[in-house]
């Protein structure tokens, strides 16, 4: 009996997550957010292999 009344209340609130609209607004700034941190960790990972390189030649002329 109490799987049953569990199921039932499982599947209202199923249910109503997935007819909220809200939901996919969520969603669509998670993936937006994915794209911006992708390009940002990408941008940062390029231009600090250029910097180091650039540091290496600085202290190397510097010597």
Do not use: C, P
């Not at 199923?14 to 007819?19: E, G, M, Y």
């Not at 969520?26 to 992708?38: C, Q």
């Not at 250029?50 to 510097?62: D, E, L, P, T, W």
């Amino acid at each position: 009996m109490w799987s049953t009344l569990n199921h039932g209340k499982i599947m209202d609130s199923l249910t109503t997550l997935w007819s909220n609209e809200e939901g996919q607004d969520v969603a669509e700034y998670s993936v937006m957010l994915a794209v911006v941190l992708v390009i940002v960790v990408g941008t940062i990972r390029l231009i600090g292999s250029n910097a180091s390189n650039v540091f290496s030649n600085v202290a190397s002329g510097i010597q």
